[in-house]
């Protein structure tokens, strides 16, 4: 039963950038694809990136250009590099497969862009 841990969160002025961490406590190389989540105060959570286990890649529009999935399956963790970050990318993220499975959800990791 894999478990996800989200970490590599912090406060950040805009423009800066943060490496978010998912570690796995099981394989993920049997999961197709993985995904990193956001869910900002009074909205729903949203897909934020996506990769395959071929290492295929999509983004919301919002990140395009901006941020980058990468996975290790033989670390185990999936990782989101996110750059020239806005006030509009603070959030809680959160990492789960694609399409997520519903009682993996972890504890995410909170990422503040502000001045």
């Known amino acids: 039963q894999v478990q996800f841990v989200e970490s590599g969160g912090g406060l950040v002025q805009p423009g800066g950038s943060l490496r978010l961490s998912c570690a796995a406590s099981?394989?993920?190389?049997?999961?197709?694809?993985m995904g990193w989540y956001r869910q900002a105060p009074g909205k729903q959570r949203e897909l934020v990136a996506r990769?395959?286990?071929?290492?295929?890649?999509n983004y919301a529009d919002s990140v395009k250009g901006r941020f980058t999935i990468s996975r290790d399956n033989v670390q185990n963790t999936v990782y989101l590099q996110m750059n020239s970050l806005k006030p509009d990318d603070t959030a809680v993220y959160y990492c789960?497969?694609?399409?997520?499975?519903?009682?993996?959800w972890g504890q995410g990791t909170q990422v503040t862009v502000s001045s």
């Open positions: 789960n497969a694609n399409p997520p499975i519903p009682r993996k």
């Open positions: 099981g394989s993920i190389f049997s999961i197709s694809a």
């Open positions: 990769i395959t286990g071929g290492g295929s890649t």
